[in-house]
T-cell receptor, first 112, second 113 residues
Framework: KQEVTQIPAALSVPEGENLVLNCSFTDSAIYNLQWFRQDPGKGLTSLLLIQSSQREQTSGRLNASLDKSSGRSTLYIAASQPGDSATYLCAVEKAAGNKLTFGGGTRVLVKP | EAQVTQNPRYLITVTGKKLTVTCSQNMNHEYMSWYRQDPGLGLRQIYYSMNVEVTDKGDVPEGYKVSRKEKRNFPLILESPSPNQTSLYFC????????????FGPGTRLLVL
């Protein structure tokens, strides 16, 4: 059974500092890995999707890497801003069926 | 605007009173899914549908029913709600059955007394 872990559960940084969020998964037979952002009381917004054949994806200040063999992904957010404060979730998709298995999330607070 | 909508957004009900949470998407997506989010347990899939009239169980289907009569709609039915179904529910959709970004609705917060 696939298990996804995100450490730390919470993170607080001063504005301008780079954020590094970690995600690990137990079964390397994944189809893809996705990073989501969740704001309090709201739904999930997809940030990046990395296919299993890719090593990384970038979007603006966000960069996500994937090391399937070691079962790890890292989300980097450069030059953090207070607006980056949210919970970040990673999820892996099985080889078929589009079932997503989610990690518990990392709650990020960026202090002005 | 491309979106997934859910109704109601908030609901307080009593044990045993049947309820339906609606989900609709306007992106012509084939795949739709329901998740519940609970503190300490994260997001878990309840049911999913790969296309019209095709549904299947996720990780926690007990106590729930779904139907997919039309491509755009995927209602979640609680025939006899119980307090352990108090949770935050999310509907999601994606263009195909795998390999695509999932788009999530805003969530429905349900309290069963």
């Amino acid at each position: 059974k696939q298990e996804v872990t995100q450490i730390p559960a919470a993170l607080s940084v001063p504005e301008g500092e780079n954020l590094v969020l970690n995600c690990s998964f137990t079964d390397s037979a994944i189809y893809n890995l996705q990073w989501f952002r969740q704001d309090p009381g709201k739904g999930l917004t997809s940030l990046l999707l990395i296919q299993s054949s890719q090593r990384e994806q970038t979007s603006g200040r966000l960069n996500a890497s994937l090391d399937k063999s070691s079962g790890r992904s890292t989300l980097y957010i450069a030059a953090s801003q207070p607006g980056d404060s949210a919970t970040y979730l990673c999820a892996v998709e099985k080889a078929a069926g589009n079932k997503l298995t989610f990690g518990g999330g990392t709650r990020v607070l960026v202090k002005p | 605007e491309a979106q997934v909508t859910q109704n109601p957004r908030y609901l307080i009900t009593v044990t045993g009173k049947k309820l339906t949470v609606t989900c609709s998407q306007n992106m012509n997506h084939e795949y739709m899914s329901w998740y519940r989010q609970d503190p300490g347990l994260g997001l878990r899939q309840i049911y999913y549908s790969m296309n019209v009239e095709v549904t299947d169980k996720g990780d926690v289907p007990e106590g729930y029913k779904v139907s997919r009569k039309e491509k755009r709609n995927f209602p979640l039915i609680l025939e006899s709600p119980s307090p352990n179904q108090t949770s935050l529910y999310f509907c999601a959709s994606s263009p195909r059955s795998s390999g695509e970004t999932q788009y999530f609705g805003p969530g429905t917060r349900l309290l069963v007394l």
